[in-house]
């Protein structure tokens, strides 16, 4: 049988802490397989990407992911990670794609933010979405948050995210204009946006700070400026894809103008910061297996607590 998990279904049963650890330990381990991706243009507002396959050392099992996106829906991610045995390729599961995304993106980015940030509290968020959301949770787990500025082009969407983590984080909260504002009040920023145009540039930059950014995850997409990205010491995921379809090509950079990925800083191959004073910046594009690192234990737990649809595909 197929278990069929939706949005809701994934959300109630992920287990943060559990994945941060999982994740941590891909990236030091190391994918077997290349980051396989297929990105296509669709006739309409929307584009598709498959992902495949998602291998993960210890774990008797494979994601294949397919995708839509499209900027103007809620939620803008349409598609299905399917989960599938490693022995002999049963549809173990179909799970509802924006949910495992958010997840595996938004904690792989707390595991790298807490890693190459200096050890201040202060978080500054670009673009107040379920992205960001799930980055502060993350992030929260990970070290002691002191101050969170937000955000946002809808005003109204920032002012409710900046009231819902006042009461869940326990921190003071404000509101800042624009994302040079929100850089200049915070030592950590989380820029996760649909950005055609960068919105940070390298007089937005001090001595020390960090900075995430999510949102150059496909061709034409930018948050960070190059004149930024050559100031700071830049760590990805993947060093051919973020020349190929993220944040370092889609300003005109080559592969020699990151220091590295997050598995070599993260195995102490690669310094991701050298001095305090150093300025780092996080620029993924995401990887396959990082959806295996959030579907296997949801499935699991899936099984356990008897929760999604049960069908037979091949009845």
């Not at 707390?110 to 949770?137: W, Y």
């Not at 003071?172 to 989380?190: C, H, Y």
């Not at 910061?273 to 959806?291: C, F, H, K, S």
Request: with cysteine; aromatic share 4%; proline share 6%.
């Amino acid at each position: 049988m197929t278990v069929l998990l939706t949005r809701s279904a994934v959300d109630g049963l992920v287990d943060p802490d559990g994945i941060l650890a999982t994740l941590r330990a891909g990236f030091i381990s190391g994918s077997a397989m290349p980051p396989l991706r297929v990105r296509t243009e669709l006739p309409g507002p929307g584009t598709a990407t498959a992902l495949l396959p998602g291998l993960l050392e210890g774990v008797p099992a494979y994601t294949v992911k397919v995708n839509a996106k499209f900027p103007g829906a809620a939620p803008a991610l349409r598609g299905v990670v399917c989960l599938h045995s490693l022995a002999d390729g049963e549809l173990l599961a179909l799970l509802d794609s924006s949910s495992v995304t958010a997840w595996r993106t938004g904690l792989a980015a707390a595991v790298a933010t807490d890693a190459l940030a200096g050890p201040d509290g202060t978080v500054a968020v670009i673009g107040a979405g379920a992205q960001a959301r799930v980055v502060l949770a993350g992030l929260a787990s990970l070290r002691k948050l002191t101050r969170l500025i937000v955000c946002d082009l809808d005003t109204s969407r920032a002012m409710a995210f900046a009231l819902e983590h006042e009461a869940s984080l326990g921190v003071p909260v404000e509101m800042a204009p624009t994302p040079a504002k929100a850089a200049a009040l915070a030592s950590i920023v989380v820029a996760a946006t649909w950005a055609r145009e960068p919105l940070l540039y390298a007089a937005d930059l001090r001595p020390g700070m960090h900075v995430t950014t999510l949102g150059a995850d496909e061709p034409g997409k930018a948050e960070v400026a190059g004149d930024a990205l050559r100031a700071a010491r830049v760590v990805v995921d993947d060093v051919e894809l973020a020349v190929a379809m993220g944040a370092l090509g889609n300003v005109g950079l080559k592969a020699g103008d990151a220091v590295g990925t997050l598995g070599e800083v993260l195995r102490g191959e690669r310094a991701g910061r050298d001095g305090e004073g150093d300025v780092t910046v996080y620029a993924p594009v995401g990887l396959p297996w990082q959806d295996l690192a959030v579907a296997w234990p949801v499935y699991g737990r899936a099984l356990g607590d008897g929760v999604g649809v049960g069908v037979d595909f091949l009845g």
